[in-house]
């Protein structure tokens, strides 16, 4: 029997934890996270990782097995979730994956890219000019070299930047170019799931998210994590416009509207990740639970 991985994908706050754990109850399986922030201990309200409720509700891998204090990449994580596919295969003919991160979600699903090898000198001036000029600069340069990669990637995190930059300038060609070329096939049939909804629906959730996660005690979790700001996993949505609140240069309530902006920011450049994949089948977030069921029936 064919084995099947149902990979769930979304804007954030759209409701795909929720539909991969009655999707996991529904086939008696287990839940890989591709959620690259809910990967860390640390970080639990900020990322809206599963509760413990939910986490008990069933199986769960790859939620809050690092530390911030970690280097983990796509590449580690595909090697760690491939593995464990494998095991699992073993014993479920489905396997459910669940996450926003488009990036990790794709390299289970279909594998990394492969590039070039780059001049590490290129990458180490492109950190000088990050420390000397900072990140937007660097944006605009990736603007100039290659819209398509600046459109999609996650703008606000200096690697992925850097890492687009550096092959662009190393190759002389967009980033863009070297994505989806000559992968390896996976040993698993793949049905990927998009929850939808209208984009005002969606900020409403997200706005709506960010306060309930700031009454659950997101400001005591940054307050904690202020220590460790320059680490990479905490340049994230909800982190680092709060630690702008601790040390003066913004009003509480100013950082709050900013996860707010940045969080809607992020879904959209998920939205625009997600659309690029045709193999998704949308569901409205609010479709019955039976039509998604079906549908995957008819696709195994």
Known sequence: MTKTLISIMGPTAIGKTSLSIKLANHYNTEIISADSRQFYKEMSIGTAAPTPT????????????????????????????????????KTHDTVIMV?????YVDAVSKGLDNFPDIDSSIRENLNNQLEAEGLEKLQKKLKI????TYNTIALDNPQRVIRALEVCMGTGKPYASFLNKNKEKRPFKTITIGLAANRDIIYNRINQRVDVMMKEGLLDEVIKLQNKQHLNALNTVGYKELFKYLEGEWTLDFAISEIKKNSRRFAKRQLTWFRKNEAIKWFDYEDDFMSITDYISQKK
């Open 145 to 148: 070299l290659d819209v398509e």
């Open 99 to 103: 996450g926003g991160s488009g990036l």
């Open 54 to 89: 939910e986490l008990a509700t069933a199986k769960h891998h790859f939620i809050h097995h690092k530390s911030i204090e970690d280097k983990y990449s796509v590449g580690a994580f595909e090697k760690d979730a491939t593995t464990l596919l494998n095991i699992l295969f």
